[in-house]
């Protein structure tokens, strides 16, 4: 019974260690990440709901409140309407545009 309980607790141990080093690789806190996934949630909604932008073909990546947007547009007033869209979202402390204008 005592092995049991001792492999238990190694086992714990090791998971907790190994999640911890997950969010130091990434810089993030666990806290962080929630929030980041908040926001590229909400973002992604606003831009698919939006009906001249349909964001389908935007992709959103969000790091520490910095949201990257990636993807095709078909004009530089769409590029500019996502942009503003992303920084409307409470949290996002600036947008980073990675957006193309297809031809």
Do not use: H, W
Not at 1 to 15: D, E, H, Q
Not at 30 to 43: N, Y
């Amino acid at each position: 019974m005592k092995t049991l309980k001792c492999l238990v607790l190694s086992l714990l141990i090791a998971f907790a260690v190994g999640c911890a080093g997950y969010y130091e690789e990434e810089k993030r806190t666990p806290g962080e990440f929630v929030d980041d996934t908040l926001i590229s949630t909400t973002v992604k909604r606003l831009l698919i709901s939006d009906p001249e932008i349909k964001g389908m073909r935007i992709k959103v990546r969000v790091r520490q409140g910095e949201v990257t947007l990636s993807g095709i547009s078909t004009s530089s007033y769409m590029v500019e309407k996502a942009i503003g869209i992303a920084e409307s979202v409470s949290g996002v402390s600036g947008v980073q545009n990675k957006l193309t204008v297809a031809e």
